[in-house]
């Protein structure tokens, strides 16, 4: 059962290694076209924090924020692989982050072909969430062995 445990935790993870994988081999200089994906997407995502809220979202090089993604990824994949609780939450941590600002589904008309596109991927990523958030709650409701140690009987004769 161990087995089976350890190749579900290694095939759910591909998806994140194999995107980390991806974007670390087109990085370059300038970040790759992550980044040119990326930037009008913050931008939008930005615009909607300001009007909604009134708070300014810092600016700063989008390089920087794929960067921490793809460490993101890299590390929670590594550390998940192996049942740690820490490497779920920064898988979950990053979908957190992710998802609303790449699946925008909710800037485009429902009769546009980009909603259901976006909107297909967004539901994909809240199936990863959940599965994320399922693997933290069994992990957490697994009793902890206690290391006692057993009395020593002793022996008659």
Known sequence: MAFVSFLGRVL??????LSAWQEFNEFGVD???VVKYLRPKFNVFSNH????????????????????????????????????ACGAYILLLFQLI??????????YDVDKKEFAQLFIKFTQNLALLGALLFFIGMKNSIPRRSLKKKALKTKTT
């Open 49 to 84: 924090v300001l009007i909604h809220t009134g708070q300014q979202v810092p600016d700063f090089e989008i390089k920087y924020l794929v960067a921490a993604a793809i460490a993101m990824k890299g590390l929670g994949s590594l550390l998940f692989i192996f049942g740690s």
């Open 98 to 107: 992710a998802t609303p600002i790449l699946y925008d589904f909710y800037n």
């Open 12 to 17: 759910f993870v591909s998806v994140f290694v």
């Open 31 to 33: 970040g790759g076209p």
